[in-house]
């Protein structure tokens, strides 16, 4: 049986830790990786100082913040993005100097108007050998508007603002 050291009233006293609490602990963060040490601890009747010794010791977990990512891509969008950089790359090689010039690369992104969690508030328990969790925005917004955003191998040729109330198609783009 584990056993952590842990003080009261400025004396040392040892705990019990036993399968089943460190089994419920396990449990709780599975199910909500984003709960505090004193949330666990309140829930379990059990000392944050203990709370954190289970996590970090027993189950070797560490609280990591989120990696920002634009999107999660599926598998078939990955292979079709793929095959266009192989495209692009081999057209690349045939000729550097012109190819670079050609390409105008265009992107669209949201841009909301809302506060998002801070890197503090989006903390969640993983185990230690793990890397970062990822998550996309999905905060609902007060509000936003989507910017496309046109650049070359010189820099950004054009910005436009979508209208509220329309929606971009193959006659958005033709208009450009």
């Known amino acids: ?16 830790i036993t399968p089943e609490i460190i089994e419920q602990v396990y449990d709780m963060v ?31 977990m560490k609280k990591l913040c989120a990696r920002w990512v634009l999107r999660l891509f ?24 012109d190819v670079v010039h050609q390409f105008i690369t265009m992107d669209e992104t949201w841009i909301h108007h809302y506060k998002p969690l801070s890197k503090q508030q989006s903390k969640q328990w993983t185990a230690a050998r793990c890397s970062a969790p990822k998550k996309t925005k999905s905060v609902p917004s007060a509000g936003k508007v ?10 950004i040729l054009f910005i436009d603002y979508l209208e509220k109330g329309k929606t971009i198609n193959g006659e958005y783009y033709s208009n450009f």
């Open 1 to 16: 049986m584990n056993k952590c050291l842990h003080t009261v009233a400025s004396s040392w006293t040892f705990i019990n």
């Open 30 to 60: 599975l199910d909500d990786r984003l709960m505090k040490v004193h949330e666990i601890a309140e829930t379990t009747g059990i000392s944050k100082e203990r709370v954190g010794y289970i996590l970090h010791e027993e189950l070797d």
């Open 74 to 97: 599926t598998k078939d969008q990955k292979r079709t993005g793929m095959k266009i950089s192989e495209h692009c790359l081999e057209r690349f090689n045939k000729n550097k100097t």
């Open 146 to 155: 989507m910017a496309s955003v046109f650049w070359n191998a010189e820099g």
